[in-house]
């Protein structure tokens, strides 16, 4: 039994309170020594008759750590009498920084304990939760190299730091109200309005109706009340785009239906916006007019505070940042874009080094990757160089591989915008910072337009190395298994091997070797992207009729459009032809009268799964073709069934309406499934796959998963990474490793 050893533990083992960790379990058991940072790794040195119990505590670690790997070799000279906590070092980079998690319930106790040192301080924390991420500038992972540096602890902070026996010891973001962060409320035009309480003064304007940016943990937000959300909506020019709501804990269930899995995922050092079925799904339609809305708990001390003064029990927390553009992090520059909008500002002034945005999930499955989750580190084999994904155009972030474990960065946004791919580009600066990185492959999308794209060709012609473009729906079946399979691939726009638009995918094989082998049948768009603003041009493309027309002509198009829009599909200039699950959805949509305009992403389809629920769909007939290589699906056909149905109905019932758009979703994923099924009948595959952003379509990933459980094949769907854009650049670089060790 060994009784002493050099101990080397790799993996998540910064900003999750290790060393101190390590501290109390040695004096525990008796063991003299010394623990280390250096780079991203943590060096223990170690002696004493419990030296097994000790190892066995510290491989299993904290509860935010993540181990990888527990080296023990000879100690190479002997240690004192005690257990000491040295200062850090330069070393090896193999791990990642953690992710920002909410405020403990220690805490919470704490900055509400009368009397106490916390009490009422915003920015409270400890060895077990706040800020990692958003405040880390490089490693080793300690307050001088984080933006905490200029907040010198006070004489009572620094007792607690060096305390063994407390939960701050070494907590690199302890501070108190004598020495940390502070808070300062200003008006519209940045003028500074001194309160004792900025907090409760807050509270107060707020519950008054007044729109507050506030400045939290990864970014600024827009708050208020419900009864403001018109307002804030017209500021903004966000009419139809609903908001998420911060909730009152014990408020949550008064609106929404809450399972257990949901309810521990609200409660979670996490602390997502999970987007919840309403109670009543008309209720709450100024904060959003689907039949679902986004609800977080606060997950920070300033969230706390303003909620203990508010008398409202929720308030709208959106970002203050347009959609697809990256969070604004400082009140200067918040100020320049945002006085119009807001009535006042709180702000802390602590710096945002790295901004993050609030995570999103639905039914557990990650909308959007960011604060909690990501940076998100995955433990895969893809060889021995080191990979950079930038992703794909929109819902855009980067993935690095090195070593065996790829790690995922926040969410950037739509990288279209110069402001974005800026940001994009300082993503990827900082993951290389971060894991002493020096990638040798660039992996990217394979739309040779798209400006990751182009940015991916100028960072492999600096560093001189290879590059590898891959297919986007490749990328999204990479992304969920390296198994053998039949991938589904759903969502609205992706460029496709034939320079047409892709979206409604199934390929046959086992990554990188994916067959295209059925899809959906190819479609007009006519206008290209003016199809995806418009709608109604979607379904004419779908469906050239003059029933069509005459559709379209009772909603107020002029006979000038309509000519224009007949002949432009008949002529075919300006049309691209797409398979798109995205662009179907939205036709159905705008057929059914409930969305004619997209205003913003994903709004024609969400509207239509809102319309569905509560809707009895019914089995249509679903018409097959094949070509010489693939089998497709008719859109067309689908499309048909719903405006005969629709033409049926008596004008103006809604109940038809929900029953239509909720048999066309069932349908649609029922056609799609029997393609998957088919191709792995015929191929002999065993297993399925789905991914896309489609897949969030509660009715339409349900029914595709029953119908292939039905036919005894293997359902296999994404829960760490997204199924929409958000895993693109994670399965670029699973594609393009394992695409480079075949080619030896």
Same mark, same amino acid.
């Given at each position: 039994m060994r009784r002493q050893g050099r101990v080397t533990v790799r993996g998540i083992?910064?900003?999750?309170?290790?060393?101190?960790?390590?501290?109390?379990?040695?004096?525990?058991?008796?063991?003299?020594?010394?623990?280390?940072?250096?780079?991203?790794?943590?060096?223990?040195?170690?002696?004493?008759?419990?030296?097994?119990?000790?190892?066995?505590?510290?491989?299993?670690?904290?509860p935010l750590a993540r181990i990888d790997s527990v080296q023990v070799e000879d100690l190479p000279q002997p240690v004192g009498e005690r257990f000491a906590i040295l200062p850090s070092a330069a070393g090896a980079l193999t791990g990642m920084i953690p992710p920002d998690v909410a405020i403990c319930d220690a805490c919470i106790t704490d900055v509400f304990h009368h009397g106490g040192r916390y009490e009422g301080y915003f920015a409270t924390s400890c060895t077990n939760c706040?800020?990692?991420?958003?405040?880390?500038?490089?490693?080793?992972?300690?307050?001088?190299?984080?933006?905490?540096?200029?907040?010198?602890?006070?004489?009572?902070?620094?007792e607690e730091y060096e305390d063994p026996h407390c939960r701050r010891h070494h907590a690199q973001t302890i501070a108190c109200s004598a020495c940390g962060p502070d808070l300062t409320l200003y008006d519209a035009q940045g003028r500074r309005i001194d309160s004792c309480d900025p907090v409760r003064e807050t509270a107060q304007l707020l519950d008054a109706g007044r729109i507050v940016g506030v400045r939290g943990l990864g970014g600024f937000h827009l708050a208020c009340i419900e009864e403001a959300a018109n307002e804030l909506k017209r500021r903004l020019g966000r009419i139809e785009q609903p908001f998420a709501v911060m909730v009152r804990p014990d408020a949550v269930e008064t609106i929404a239906c809450v399972s257990d899995d949901e309810r521990t995922l609200l409660n979670s050092p996490v602390h997502p916006i999970v987007v919840l079925a309403k109670k009543d799904p008309s209720a709450h339609a100024t904060i959003s007019n689907l039949h679902t809305i986004g609800c977080m708990?606060?997950?920070?001390?300033?969230?706390?505070?303003?909620?203990?003064?508010?008398?409202?029990?929720?308030?709208?927390?959106?970002?203050?940042?347009?959609?697809?553009?990256?969070?604004?992090?400082?009140?200067?520059?918040?100020?320049?874009?945002?006085?119009?909008?807001?009535?006042?500002?709180?702000?802390?002034?602590?710096?945002?080094?790295?901004?993050?945005?609030?995570?999103?999930?639905?039914?557990?499955?990650i909308i959007r990757l960011s604060r909690g989750i990501a940076p998100r580190r995955t433990a895969i084999d893809l060889g021995n160089r080191c990979i950079l994904g930038v992703g794909p155009e929109l819902n855009a972030n980067a993935t690095l591989y090195r070593d065996g474990f790829a790690v995922t960065s926040p969410h950037v946004g739509n990288v279209r915008n110069p402001s974005t791919l800026d940001y994009l580009k300082e993503t990827v600066a900082r993951l290389r910072r971060l894991l002493g990185a020096h990638f040798e492959v660039v992996a990217h999308d394979l739309h040779p337009q798209f400006l990751s794209t182009r940015f991916a060709q100028d960072l492999a012609e600096e560093a001189n190395v290879e590059r590898v473009p891959v297919q986007h729906h490749r990328a999204h079946i990479a992304a969920t298994t390296l198994e053998p399979c039949i991938g589904i691939a759903i969502d609205g726009v992706g460029y496709g091997d034939d320079a047409t638009v892709w979206g409604g995918e199934v390929f046959c094989g086992q990554v990188p070797d994916l067959e295209r082998v059925a899809h959906l049948e190819p479609v007009?768009?006519?206008?290209?992207?003016?199809?995806?603003?418009?709608?109604?041009?979607?379904?004419?493309?779908?469906?050239?009729?003059?029933?069509?027309?005459?559709?379209?002509?009772?909603?107020?198009?002029?006979?000038?459009?309509?000519?224009?829009l007949k002949r432009q599909v008949e002529t075919g200039f300006n049309v691209t032809m797409t398979?798109?699950?995205?662009?179907?959805?939205?036709?159905?949509?705008?057929?059914?009268?409930?969305?004619?305009? #997209?205003?913003?992403?994903?709004?024609?389809?969400?509207? /239509?799964?809102? &319309?569905? @629920? =509560?809707? $009895?769909?019914?089995?249509? %007939?679903?018409?097959?073709?094949?070509?010489?290589?693939?089998?497709?699906?008719?859109? #067309?056909?689908?499309?048909?069934?719903?405006?005969?149905? /629709?033409?049926? &109905?008596? @004008? =103006?019932? $809604?109940?038809?309406?929900? %029953?239509?758009?909720?048999?066309?979703?069932?349908?649609?994923?029922?056609?799609?499934? #029997?393609?998957?099924?088919?191709?792995?009948?015929?191929?002999?595959?065993? &297993?399925? @796959?789905?991914?896309?952003?489609?897949?969030?379509?509660?009715?339409?990933?349900?029914?595709?998963?029953?119908?292939?459980?039905?036919?005894?094949?293997?359902?296999?769907?994404?829960?760490?990474?997204?199924?929409?854009?958000?895993?693109?650049?994670?399965?670029?670089?699973?594609?393009?490793?394992?695409?480079?060790?075949?080619?030896?």
């Open positions: 083992v910064q900003g999750v309170g290790f060393r101190p960790f390590v501290y109390a379990k040695a004096t525990e058991l008796g063991i003299s020594g010394t623990v280390k940072n250096l780079g991203s790794e943590v060096e223990i040195n170690a002696a004493g008759e419990r030296f097994e119990d000790f190892l066995a505590a510290i491989s299993r670690g904290p706040g800020p990692r991420y958003s405040i880390i500038e490089q490693l080793p992972y300690d307050r001088e190299r984080t933006s905490m540096s200029v907040f010198p602890m006070c004489p009572a902070c620094g708990l606060p997950y920070t001390g300033l969230h706390h505070l303003l909620f203990s003064h508010l008398s409202h029990p929720l308030l709208i927390l959106t970002r203050a940042n347009m959609p697809g553009y990256p969070m604004i992090t400082d009140i200067d520059h918040a100020m320049a874009k945002l006085s119009r909008d807001v009535d006042f500002f709180l702000s802390h002034n602590r710096t945002i080094v790295n901004r993050c945005d609030d995570s999103v999930m639905r039914d557990g499955f007009a768009m006519p206008g290209g992207d003016l199809a995806t603003r418009f709608p109604e041009r979607m379904l004419y493309g779908i469906l050239p009729e003059q029933d069509v027309l005459n559709l379209l002509s009772s909603r107020g198009w002029s006979e000038v459009e309509l000519r224009v398979s798109s699950t995205g662009r179907v959805l939205d036709a159905a949509s705008s057929l059914l009268g409930i969305c004619r305009e #997209r205003t913003y992403d994903g709004e024609p389809a969400m509207k /239509l799964e809102s &319309a569905a @629920a =509560g809707g $009895r769909p019914e089995a249509w %007939d679903l018409i097959f073709s094949r070509t010489k290589r693939t089998e497709m699906f008719s859109s #067309r056909a689908l499309m048909e069934s719903a405006l005969a149905r /629709l033409q049926e &109905a008596p @004008a =103006g019932d $809604r109940r038809a309406v929900r %029953d239509i758009a909720a048999s066309f979703q069932y349908n649609l994923a029922r056609g799609i499934a #029997r393609l998957a099924i088919h191709a792995a009948r015929k191929n002999g595959m065993k &297993a399925v @796959a789905l991914s896309g952003g489609v897949a969030y379509n509660h009715m339409i990933r349900e029914t595709i998963r029953q119908e292939i459980s039905g036919a005894s094949l293997t359902f296999l769907i994404n829960r760490d990474e997204p199924l929409g854009d958000g895993c693109v650049s994670f399965g670029q670089c699973v594609y393009a490793g394992t695409l480079l060790r075949q080619r030896g």
